[in-house]
């Protein structure tokens, strides 16, 4: 007589495991409550998961991380600040592709414990350019203004420590994370201000977008006189915008240069003709991403 053996259940290889392990998680600079985390619940939805870095070098190292992360998630530059320097040479050195990109506005908020009115207020902390973006509010009060290294953890300590007196600069996001109340929402003088970030992930994790309609390229010419300018009409004779172009110098050459540059176009063979044309113009030409082009978004619909 034989006992009937139920089916035992399938065994998870090793690779399905570790995809279990890094699913919707991405690295992102800053702490919770961040720009960065809004921006990662913009692209990937709200229940992503983030891991907080101290650099952005560390989101990179984690976002290439097969067991870490499924990637990151890097602010590249601002509307008023300009462009983010040294990331675009950690994207230049790491073996990751762009997939996407966030154009986020950037909206300042004094929050406060719940409870807590304006009269109460005696202090006021959050990063040095977050309280720059909002002065011509702060001008109003005698407050002391206390310089912190993030606005978003300004946010988690007021709420650690229920301060009564203390008021933080930071996201709408932090305020729902933090149970903080907002008591004067947007209170930055620029509207204009955006940062745009780049969604990074590992090249075997990257899946072909039919309907993308940019892409960030890195290149360099040889030291032959017209020789940019050659590539830049072959751009042009495609009718492919030039949104992005940024130059870096080549460590140890004689002043020769590295371009980044982001096109927009309409189709995917138009971006391959151009490729095609750029080809034998440039040297060392690295396509980091094709993509599909990001909105600009406010970070409200983002907010439990």
């Known amino acids: 007589m034989f006992l009937k053996i139920g089916k035992f259940p399938e065994r998870k290889t090793m690779k399905q495991k570790v995809e ?27 229940d992503v998961e983030v891991i907080p870095c101290a650099t952005f070098r560390e989101v990179v190292r984690i976002a290439s991380s097969l067991k870490e992360s499924m990637g990151g998630v ?6 008023i600040a300009g462009s983010i320097l040294p990331n675009y040479t950690l994207l230049q050195n790491a073996n990751l592709k762009v997939t996407g990109e966030v154009y986020l506005q950037i909206e300042q908020n004094l929050l ?44 988690k300590l007021l709420h650690q420590y229920r301060s009564k007196h203390t008021a933080a600069i930071a996201s709408k996001l932090a305020a729902s994370l933090f149970h903080l109340d907002t008591i004067a929402p947007n209170i930055h003088t620029m509207a204009n201000n955006y940062t745009r970030f780049l969604i990074l992930q590992r090249p075997d994790d990257v899946v072909a977008n039919q ?48 371009f980044h540059a982001d096109m927009e176009f309409d189709n995917l063979d138009q971006f391959n003709r151009v490729i095609n044309k750029i080809e034998s113009l440039t040297e060392g030409l690295n396509v980091y991403g094709v993509y599909r ?9 983002v907010i439990n």
Request: glycine share 6%; charged share 25%.
């Open 211 to 258: 309907n993308a309609n940019k892409a960030s390229i890195n290149f360099h010419t040889d030291h032959s006189r017209g020789s940019l300018a050659k590539v830049l009409s072959a751009i042009a004779d495609e009718f492919v915008n030039l949104s992005k172009l940024q130059s870096f110098p080549i460590p140890g050459s004689d002043f020769k240069y590295n």
């Open 74 to 79: 890097m602010a590249i530059e601002n509307s």
């Open 112 to 155: 406060v414990n719940p409870g807590v009115k304006l009269e109460d207020i005696r202090e006021v902390h959050s990063h040095p350019m977050a309280i720059l973006q909002c002065m011509d509010y702060l001008d109003k009060y005698n407050w002391k203004l206390v310089e912190t290294e993030d606005t978003a953890l300004s946010a």
């Open 293 to 301: 082009n990001g909105l600009i978004k406010s970070n409200e619909h």
């Open 20 to 46: 279990i392990e890094q699913r919707k998680r991405v690295s992102i600079q800053g702490y919770e409550g961040s720009f960065h985390q809004v921006a990662a619940r913009i692209f990937f939805g709200e």
